[in-house]
């Protein structure tokens, strides 16, 4: 029951009318913010991500599908690595060998340490599981947040959960808002 527990926080927008901002070093030390022209009109998954959470290492290869499967449609996918210690000289080097070990298409910045997530997303209530989606409209709203991942080995949940994550991101996509 603990694992499905988790999934069940209702992580949710303290102002569902104001958009979701993030502003985070990559892995190569250069600023990315949800302001960059890149993300103007599109849609957004943010996610929460770690190198020790293996249920983000489940979520990974799926987040390259869909942005393989939906970047020439409009879909942008940035994670927002929270490590342990919060160090960047050590925490940096292990969301590199992440993002390597599973061929990541898009950005990885750099969050801090878990301790660093209350912080990094304010404007969140009831964050607590990794990883987290966060599904934004091409008007920069948060449409959709989900909390946890069921990989592989949950069997009939994993393919269950991948295509319901997969026809809302079909969905935003649809609506040119």
């Known amino acids: 029951a603990g694992a499905a527990t988790i999934a069940r926080i209702s992580?949710?927008?303290?102002n569902p009318a104001e958009p979701f901002r993030f502003s985070l070093p990559?892995?190569?030390g250069k600023t990315v913010s949800s302001t960059d022209e890149r993300f103007k009109n599109k849609v957004v998954l943010v996610t929460t991500t770690g190198s020790w959470c293996p249920n983000c290492h489940d979520e990974a290869p799926f987040l390259n599908e869909l942005y393989e499967r939906y970047h020439a449609a409009g879909l942008e996918i940035v994670s927002?690595?929270?490590e342990y210690t919060g160090d960047a000289k050590r925490d940096v080097p292990q969301?590199?060998?992440?993002a390597k070990r599973h061929n990541t298409q898009y950005p990885i910045l750099y969050a801090g340490s878990t301790d660093?997530?209350?912080r990094v997303l304010a404007q969140l209530e009831n964050f607590g599981a990794y990883p987290t989606t966060i599904f934004i409209g091409r008007d920069g709203l948060v449409k959709k947040i989900h909390a946890g991942f069921e990989g592989p080995a949950?069997?009939?949940r994993f393919t269950?959960?991948?295509a319901e994550l997969e026809e809302a991101v079909k969905e935003l996509l649809k609506n040119a808002e």
Do not use: P
């Open 26 to 28: 990559d892995l190569d």
């Open 80 to 82: 927002l690595g929270f």
């Open 95 to 98: 969301l590199k060998i992440f």
């Open 160 to 162: 269950k959960g991948k």
């Open 116 to 118: 660093d997530a209350e």
């Open 154 to 156: 949950t069997g009939e």
């Open 11 to 14: 992580t949710r927008m303290k």
